[in-house]
Structure formats: C-alpha cells, structure tokens
C-alpha cells in the first residue's frame, strides 16, 4: 500500500522520458515501474510529464525586515504554482543572517513554508571565524558574499577582507560580483529619471574586474566560488575557461529580456543588478547555455512593491520576482528549441545538487525524496500579475505566453499544488547536505 502513485506520466529518468508510474510512501519514492498495487492517492499523469523537484538556486523573501514585500511563507506559496520544490534564500534581511542566532531564526520561520528550504549565511568583513564553523550546519545551503551593494547592508568589497572570507570558509561561496570601487568612480554617468542608464553606471567593467579577483582568490585559497547572475560576454568566456573550482548561473529575465527594448517597455521594472544589457550579452548568455558551460538557472527572485518601484530612478529600487515563472519561462525556451529539456534538468535539478552537495534531491530514484514536479509541456499560461502569489504582486513578464506549466508541485511526497491551487499545510522541511 503507497501512500501516493503517480500513474501514466512520462517522467524524466536517467536523462531520457519513461512511462513509469511512481509509487511513494513515507515521503520517499519505494517503487518505479509498472504498479498494480493499491495506494491511498492516485494522480493520473497522462500526457503530463514528471520532472525531479525542480530548484531555485537564488531567491529572496525578504523576512524578517520587508515582509510588506515577501515573506518566507508568502515565497514558499509562489514557489510551489511556478513548480518549484526548493528554495535556497538570501541572507541580506534586516538584521542580517550573518551569526547563528539569526540563522537559527530563520530556521525556525521556515516552518511556515510550502517548499524545502536551505538559507545561505552573510558574509561580513569581521564574521568569518564563524564562517569557519557551518560545515555541518543543518538547512544551510552555503555562504553569501557582496562584493558589490545592492539590496540590504551586506557588503565585503576589500580584498583583504574577500580573501579572509575565502580563506575561512567551510562551504561554497555564492557571489554577487560587482566592483565596488568602480561603481562608486561611475556614480556620476546615473542620470536622474532615466533607468536606461543603469546598464551604463553598472557597466561590464564593474562585472569582470570583481569577477577576475574573485576566481583569483577562490583558486589561490582552492574554495569553491559560484558566481550569480552572470550578466557580460566577457564573463562568459573568462569563467568558462575556468571551470572545477567555479560555477556560475544565469538568470531567466537576462534570457528572456534585453536592453533597450526591456527599459522601454517596463521602465523600473526591469531594474535589477546586475543590470539587463544589451542583445550582444543576451547572445553570449544563450552561447553559454548552449554550450554547457553556465552550471545553473536561479530565478534572483528579489520583490519590490509596486509604490517602491515606480519612484523616480535612481530612487527605484533594484531587484523583480521571478520564482513563480522560472520554470514556465525556461521551459517556454525549451519549447522554442533554444536548449533540451535535459539542459534545463542539469541547470535546475542535478547540478544543484552536484555543486551544493544536496541530499536525495534532483533526481527520480529509488530511495530518493519525493519532490517532484509535474508538467504540461503543450499548455500555453499567460502570466498575468493579478496571478502572482508573491506580495509584490507584478511579474516582468505580465501579459506574455509561454508554452510549458507546471500542473502540480509535490514535496516530501505530498501534493502542495495541483491545477494552480495550493493544498494542504505548510510542511517544508530544511534541506540536508553532505559533509566532505
């Protein structure tokens, strides 16, 4: 007796779609085949395709300190519509999470979310002896470091002090990577009232000199570095030649959209850093996904209400939802051919894992949670903001089609979401990690 089996999916094994059923009991998948048995739920899966839970690498819900904007529980809620089973979220709240006593807070808030959960610990100029100590941390994913400001307090930007980071670090370091001393030099090329500007003040210069000293001091201490959001062509050639030690991600909204024409339509709205650039960088990103060398999809998923965002720029905050339409969004370019599905599984299930070392995640196995994600490849959504679970209430995307959407959303072997309503408490659980 299974306590659900998903029936007549096609589902993603092994890099290839089966027609498997799945049987799960006690949050984990038992069985893999052909089952006659009987269960306490059936979910038919016909014409639906069954992915490994997917994984948002980047996101931020903003609690404890903006909760107008995001909560833990209001972000776990838009993660599960857009068919997502875990989050890894960002440190720069107000107080920071930068020791463990505002770690073990964020714990303990996490009980009230849909999806699994890991949270990144901050790095500061003066915690790192503590940076030495979270090996073995329950629920924390890795190590957050802002080698440029951006939203909240958080920043480490001289290089002894990135350098002490690395040195002391006992996890994978994730890196906003902007040059904080070439922002500050280019601070006079912001024109007031004119957000085309941004991809100017926060130019490629201001990406790849933080990004060269960062793989320089990653490889100098031998420690992992990943580097978010990677925006510039010349990044893209210089990490992929620098792979091992060094991972990267890309962004959906720096796929999907580009400047000028993102500026013009969406002015504010398509404010983030780093910036949206030009159609030449959007190529060189699709070059690099293309060819396997980015390692990860992470939605940078950063709220901002819609009276925030319509202030005058440069007043306008930085920063868009996006983990409800990560997955319709990138499989929307499957769907167009741009990359294989099994690309974007590498990107958002398995690579995760590989690089962060997460437990029994990203794959469907025997023995192996059941997180899993469900999706109609030929359905056609149009996102619309009246939609969107997240506080903030809008998406860039408000108004486009895309073609791929998540049907239901299963964690630790429960139905959270199916046909776009969520079901049930919330029950997710912090994620495990191996100890090497």
């Not at 589902?11 to 893999?32: P, R, T, V």
């Not at 857009?82 to 463990?100: A, H, K, L």
């Not at 005058?312 to 997955?327: E, I, R």
């Not at 995307?397 to 309503?421: Q, Y």
Request: hydrophobic share 35%.
């Amino acid at each position: 007796m299974f306590d659900l089996i998903i029936k007549n999916g096609q589902c993603y094994i092994n890099g290839n779609l089966e027609k498997k059923d799945i049987g799960i009991s006690n949050n984990q998948i038992a069985e893999i085949g052909v089952l006659k048995d009987k269960s306490k739920e059936t979910f038919d899966a016909k014409g639906l395709t069954v992915l490994p839970g997917c994984i948002d690498t980047q996101v931020h819900f903003r609690e404890p300190g903006s909760t107008d904007a995001e909560d833990l529980n209001s972000g776990s809620k838009a993660a599960i519509i857009g068919g997502i089973t875990s989050v890894f979220e960002m440190p720069n709240t107000n107080p920071p999470t930068t020791n463990f006593e505002e770690f073990d807070k964020k714990i303990q808030l996490g009980k009230g979310m849909f999806c699994n959960h890991a949270f990144y610990f901050g790095a500061t100029a003066e915690n790192y002896s503590t940076l030495e100590k979270l090996k073995d941390l329950k629920g924390c994913c890795g190590i957050k470091l802002f080698a440029g400001s951006s939203t909240g307090n958080l920043l480490v930007d001289k290089e002894k002090d990135i350098e002490k980071v690395f040195e002391h670090a006992s996890k994978v370091v994730a890196v906003h990577s902007e040059d904080e001393e070439i922002l500050k030099v280019r601070k006079k090329l912001i024109e007031e009232g004119n957000v085309a500007s941004h991809p100017i003040w926060r130019n490629e210069e201001v990406a790849m000199s933080s990004t060269r000293r960062i793989v320089k001091i990653a490889k100098r201490f031998n420690k992992k570095a990943h580097v978010l959001h990677i925006t510039t062509k010349e990044e893209v050639d210089f990490l992929s030649q620098n792979k091992g030690l060094i991972t990267f991600e890309i962004t959906p909204q720096h796929l999907t959209i580009y400047a000028p024409d993102c500026y013009n339509k969406l002015g504010t709205y398509a404010q983030m850093n780093p910036p949206i650039r030009d159609k030449s960088h959007y190529d060189r990103l699709w070059y690099a996904i293309r060819n396997n060398y980015n390692d990860t999809i992470g939605s940078d998923h950063a709220p901002h209400l819609k009276i925030n965002k319509d202030k005058k720029y440069p007043n306008s905050p930085s920063g868009m939802p996006g983990v409800q339409t990560l997955l319709p969004v990138m499989l929307d370019h499957v769907n167009n051919k741009r990359l294989q599905l099994q690309q974007l599984m590498k990107l958002i299930c398995e690579n995760p894992v590989q690089i962060f070392g997460i437990q029994n995640k990203g794959y469907i196995k025997k023995g192996y949670d059941a997180d899993l994600t469900i999706v109609d490849l030929n359905k056609e959504i149009e996102i619309k903001n009246e939609n969107i679970q997240s506080k903030c209430g809008w998406s860039p995307f408000h108004g486009e089609k895309f073609k791929g959407c998540p049907i239901a959303t299963i964690v630790n072997g429960k139905i959270k979401m199916k046909n776009g309503e969520i079901l049930g408490d919330p029950e997710g659980k912090p994620l495990t990690f191996d100890i090497t």
